[in-house]
């Protein structure tokens, strides 16, 4: 007898509880219960337990226990996987192939052609000498401990996955931006992919896809850093000022005029604003995906963990710290460029 | 008066809340606004709207802060949708157009001024009073000369490259100006335009926009809550009050007949010897008078007529218009028209 017994006798279901009533061998819990002696049956009301589904299942055997439903999840999940990969596979192939280019040209390009090269970019959006001279000097740091292929590794990673988010995330806040009830079915969406932990992430991620493919890691940095991006964009144009779109009306301007000409050049602030926190989280993610095969500096991070050794990881650590200044700095300059430009 | 009519605005209503047709019966069957507020939870807008604006005249709509003068001026270009009534441009109905139709008459027929500029800020000056052109698909060089013109105009020439914000509000609101210039179209909606402006500025930008009144003749609807600025500016004056007409004429008339305790009220304020000029205290002769002081302008207020009299009040003076004579000024008459209507009947402005 267990204490919840009384429910099923109370609604009749002695019957439909019977047949869930198996000779399979018996848990070890049970086993340990009946060689303690004791019945299940608690002594008083203070133990009583909470009327959960393992709690139930103990007083009818018919009842699921709260294992079948994390199993059943599980079974759900694997049994539309190979009709989902079916359609998620093709759409996804580009990605892989814009990681393993981007790794590749990054890599077998020389050292002395690349460190340029992101210096001019540098200065092309920032047109500032002191900025590309501190880029300069962090590179050629990381580079003269021998971190360079770990550094474009995880810079390349980074690139792709953040312009695809821009590519992706900019629409999307436009469309919100647009749309009460748009915004409406995506804040939740944006919340928890904001609040799952990124770890979550991973595991259908691993079931969907093979772990050597570099898709899986992009997909993951995709979804934890594109939030910023849409966020910031739908909040950038709802906070245009409503006079200069009343007068854009007034002087009879398209909608696709007004979002183009108005509308967006006036949210730019914001939406760099979003792209350098979705640049500065795709970092943060690249480190976690490294779990799941992302080459970079987090491969070293995680050697250091996994291995102890404590000096690699704490300079690989180093290392993040500092693409992560650059990419802020960089951006945050652009920034501040736009700003300057559009004050009120 | 053979004056074309522009604007026909015809028994339009406005009613703000979820269900406004069902509020609009209570209207016509007489609830006032604070009642409808009360019981039906919707805001009256207007109530009742008729007024003509003519072809080439100042049309100014005055009235406090929510009496609905702001909504009145957007109907006119359908920025705001209207719960009932007409307005008829050139015999058409605006309320009937559709989508392009009402594109192309906000691009060609109506340009608008506004109170707090609402300039690009990220375009430059040249670029902002070419909005209009940009709009209609032109590209900057084509529409640079017409841009230049009107800014040159408005005296803002060799600002042409700076951004807004490098501008005072003063010469923010004349890149307005030019911008709803440059549109070239004959009808200009200004909301409020001078009123963010410091009282100089503002009086400089009234003599610009009476200048290039005289000049362009367009079609102009002005809003203000101003009183002075209203009769400096107005060939035609609709006074409104909680969303209905109090009164509209011609101001001078206003002036000298107001019709409602409101407007006496209102109009004690100001200096009469300023805003009363000489045609609407005349005495109507083509009779040259006997000893006549000298010849003013039909348009000359009365205070200059003071001061070039010295206060004498027993000179007469000939009245010209076009070099005509129209009517005789005798002083006396003009010290009896600035007697301040009996206005304040016991406590009339706790009223209000």
């Not at chain 2, 600002?159 to 923010?172: D, K, R, T, V």
């Amino acid at each position: 007898m267990a204490t919840y017994d009384f429910i099923f006798s109370a609604l009749g279901l002695e019957d439909w509880c019977a047949e869930g009533q198996s000779d399979a061998p018996m848990s070890m819990a049970a086993l340990l219960q009946k060689t303690k002696g004791t019945t299940g049956e608690p002594e008083s009301l203070w133990d009583t337990p909470f009327p959960s589904m393992d709690a139930l299942n103990e007083s009818c055997a018919a009842f699921p226990k709260s294992r079948e439903l994390t199993k059943g999840l599980e079974e759900g999940f694997l049994s539309i996987k190979d009709s989902l990969s079916v359609v998620l596979d093709p759409l996804t192939q580009p990605l892989s192939w814009a990681l393993d280019g981007a790794l590749y040209g990054m890599l077998n390009t020389p050292w002395w052609i690349v460190i340029p090269l992101l210096l001019a970019v540098v200065f092309f959006v920032t047109k500032s000498w002191k900025l590309v001279g501190f880029v300069a000097g962090s590179l050629f740091l990381l580079a003269f401990i021998d971190y360079y292929r770990y550094a474009m590794e995880t810079l390349s990673i980074i690139f792709v996955c953040a312009f695809l988010c821009v590519l992706f995330g900019v629409p999307i806040g436009i469309a919100m931006s647009r749309s009460d009830m748009m915004q409406r079915l995506t804040v939740p969406v944006l919340d928890m992919l904001q609040t799952l932990p990124p770890f979550v992430y991973l595991i259908p991620l691993i079931f969907l896809f093979s772990v050597t493919e570099s898709k899986l890691y992009g997909i993951a940095i995709i979804l934890y850093a594109i939030v910023p991006v849409i966020r910031l964009t739908n909040l950038g144009i709802r906070l245009v000022d409503k006079d200069v779109i009343e007068a854009a009306d007034a002087f009879g301007m398209t909608s696709q005029q007004k979002l183009f000409k108005v509308q967006i050049p006036l949210a730019l602030p914001n939406i760099m604003a979003g792209v350098n926190q979705t640049i500065m989280m795709s970092l943060a993610m690249v480190v976690i995906a490294s779990l799941v095969s992302a080459p970079g500096l987090g491969v070293l991070v995680l050697q250091g963990i996994r291995n102890l050794e404590l000096g690699v990881g704490l300079v690989a650590g180093l290392g993040i710290v500092i693409l992560a200044v650059i990419l802020d700095r960089v951006t945050k300059a652009s920034l501040a460029r736009i700003n300057a430009s559009q004050k009120q | 008066m053979d004056r074309d009519i522009k604007i026909s605005i015809r028994n339009l209503y406005k009613i703000f809340g979820p269900t406004p047709d069902v509020a609009l019966a209570y209207v016509r069957r007489g609830m006032g606004k604070a009642e409808l507020l009360e019981k039906q939870n919707h805001v009256l807008g207007l109530e009742d709207i008729n007024v003509d604006i003519h072809e080439g005249e100042i049309t100014v709509i005055m009235g406090l802060s929510g009496s609905g003068k702001s909504t009145l001026i957007r109907h006119l270009n359908r920025l705001i949708e209207p719960t009932a009534g007409k307005i008829e441009l050139d015999g058409k109905n605006v309320l009937d157009f559709n989508e392009d139709q009402l594109r192309k008459l906000r691009r060609e027929q109506m340009s608008m001024v506004f109170q707090k500029f609402a300039l690009l800020p990220h375009k430059t000056v040249l670029e902002n009073a070419g909005m209009a052109l940009l709009v209609r698909g032109y590209s900057v060089e084509e529409f640079e000369g017409e841009a230049k013109k009107w800014l040159a105009r408005v005296g803002l020439e060799g600002n042409e490259y700076q951004y807004p914000h490098q501008l005072s509000g003063g010469m923010q609101q004349r890149v307005g100006i030019a911008r709803a210039l440059a549109s070239n179209s004959p009808i200009m909606l200004m909301d409020e335009a001078f009123s963010a402006l410091d009282p100089l500025i503002r009086s400089d930008m009234q003599d610009l926009l009476l200048e290039l009144q005289d000049e362009l003749k367009k079609t102009v609807v002005f809003i203000t809550h101003d009183l002075d600025e209203s009769l400096k500016l107005a060939d035609h004056l609709v006074i409104l009050k909680d969303g209905h007409i109090v009164q509209q004429g011609e101001p001078q008339e206003i002036l000298m007949h107001p019709n409602d305790p409101y407007i006496t009220d209102f109009i004690s304020d100001i200096n009469r010897a300023r805003v009363l000029r000489v045609r609407s205290v005349m005495t109507k002769t083509t009779t040259p008078p006997t000893d006549c002081a000298g010849d003013i302008s039909d348009r000359d207020n009365l205070e200059s007529v003071i001061a070039m009299s010295n206060g004498d009040t027993d000179l007469t003076y000939r009245v010209m218009k076009k070099g005509n004579q129209v009517g005789v000024l005798e002083m006396k008459e003009l010290v009896k028209a600035l007697v301040p209507l009996d206005a304040s009947e016991g406590d009339a402005r706790s009223r209000y």
